[in-house]
């Protein structure tokens, strides 16, 4: 090793700290400098590594999403009914609460993304994000209707509307609107999948 100088750490090191940073302070207290220090690199280090928060921030998304998606396959593989699989996404869908690490990130990115410089490279990455949780869905649905535990529906249209009601539940309980939290928003998901999906008995 040459003169002791210090190695990065590796880029996953980074993108753990960053999203355990936004658990802990917030998002408004992830600066490269603070990031820098917890990590023990300077600032321009991580601009050298990312070039800009922006790409920080959505290298970070899609770290916490590989992380969501495969226990998200772990959870849609597993011997279960797929009523049962399909409440587990849902569970794994909305966010745990007000400030959720993951849910605050991916407005931010969200947000971030409608800014005119905005590269259509990253609107492009953040959409493979969404449909990765779009074509689970599709899949255990149709896989449902097969084996006579759901309604039949089109799998497809039905899970964009499902998301979108997910999406919007979430929303409220990750900004911590009042009078919504995530048991509220379990029970409803539920009422709405009895009423609109699943067999009759």
Same mark, same amino acid.
């Given at each position: 090793m040459a003169g002791g100088r210090r190695q990065a750490p590796p880029r996953e090191n980074v993108?753990?700290?960053?999203m355990e940073m936004i658990a802990e302070r917030g998002l408004e207290k992830l600066t490269m400098a603070a990031?820098? *220090?917890k990590v023990g690199m300077s600032s321009g280090h991580l601009l050298y590594y990312f070039g800009s928060k922006d790409e920080l921030l959505l290298r970070t998304l899609e770290w916490s999403e590989g992380r969501l998606g495969a226990e *998200?396959? *772990?959870l849609l593989t597993r011997a279960a009914s797929a009523r049962a699989r399909l409440d587990a996404?849902? %569970?794994l869908y909305?966010? %745990?609460?007000?400030r959720d690490p993951h849910w605050t990130l991916?407005?931010?990115?969200w947000n971030r993304s409608q800014s005119a410089a905005a590269d259509a490279t990253a609107r492009d990455r953040q959409a493979a994000i969404e449909g990765a949780w779009h074509r689970d869905l599709v899949a255990l649905l149709a896989e449902g209707i097969s084996r006579g535990e759901f309604r039949r529906v089109d799998p497809d249209r039905f899970a964009a509307r499902l998301r979108a009601l997910l999406d919007g539940f979430s929303i409220h309980v990750a900004i911590g609107l009042r009078g919504t939290d995530r048991a509220q928003v379990l029970a409803h998901v539920r009422d709405f999948l009895a009423d609109s999906l699943l067999a009759d008995a």
């Open positions: 993108l753990a700290a960053a990031l820098g *220090r *998200r396959g *772990r996404y849902v %569970d909305v966010p %745990d609460g007000h991916w407005l931010e990115v």
